[in-house]
């Protein structure tokens, strides 16, 4: 059986991890053989492909990105449609002539929906799930979160000590456009007095009270905020430029952190500034965490191939892989529920 793999939706660590478990299982256990489509959707929509063998895939567990490469290409979207045909008929075609049988997709709830539909059109698809951002449902965790809740942690760590050098309040932008578990785990393993997700829209005077509270002990405060952060009174409605192929805003101009730290700079009478961790969370080493966790997943994809079981994604439940309908994983986001946030508020000031 010829097997293709892609990557797609926004890169992060640990996705070498699985497509070099993948191979390195279908090759070992299925005699499986696999082809790369390049670059997420674009690669099976415009036949883009790279050779995957064994040898393609020695030394990138510890690497960061994809060998693949990724993109936001959405196959569903009007543009994808060339010469009366749709994305999806098109991906087909070119499946099937390349003597592609089945595809392995690695990516987030975007890239997962295309696969969904894909596998309600007729093609033989199995998921692996990918996020930095953990927002993916039915799997108790993505891999690269815990890469990405690392550096931030590393980063809120660091920042303590240069805030109480300067008495300053410091804001942290983590990403986190839907989702706020990078802030909340993040912001619970480094300390800080407060943590602002987008489930919880906040109340600007509170965060002013608690960064006051803070500022009266002899340390000074770290406000870790998730980017899709609102406070309660804002409405700011995105406009076309601002949205990628798959209808979302671009976060990384909008600044919530920087208007937090004018915010508390104004109310409070403190100095305040802002870091926004940006893509430094996505990048380089996967931590041991994800580098098994991605492993695994790989290694459980390639045997769904080989079982045939079509249209599901691997997840992690507990300790174990277990397969899911991809439709179940794509349904909705896992979004941090208000039990979760009340651990970290106990923490606040
Ligand atoms: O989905 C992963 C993610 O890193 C989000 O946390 C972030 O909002 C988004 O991707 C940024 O996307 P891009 O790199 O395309 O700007």
Redesign the pocket.
Known sequence: MRVGVLTG??D?PGLNAVIRAVVRTGVAEHELEFIGFRDGWRGPLEGDTMVLDVEAVRGILPRGGTILGSS?TNPLAESAAVGGKSGLDRIKENLESLGVDALVVIG?EDTLGVAARLYEAGANVVGVPK???NDLSATDYTFGFDTAVNIAMEAIDRLHTTAESHHRALIVEV???HAGW?ALHAGIAGGANVILIPEKPFDMEQVCEYVRHRFQTRYAPIVVVA??ANPKTSGEAATEQQL?AFG?I???NRGIGQMLADEIEQRTGKEARCTVLG?V??GGTPTAFDRVLATRFGVHAARSVADGAWGVMVALRGTDIVRVPIAQATSELKLVPPERYGEAEVFFG
């Open positions: 939706g926004g992060c936001r987030g996020t930095i951002d990403m986190g456009r990078i980017e899709g990628d979302h671009r976060l990384a893509h969370q996505r």
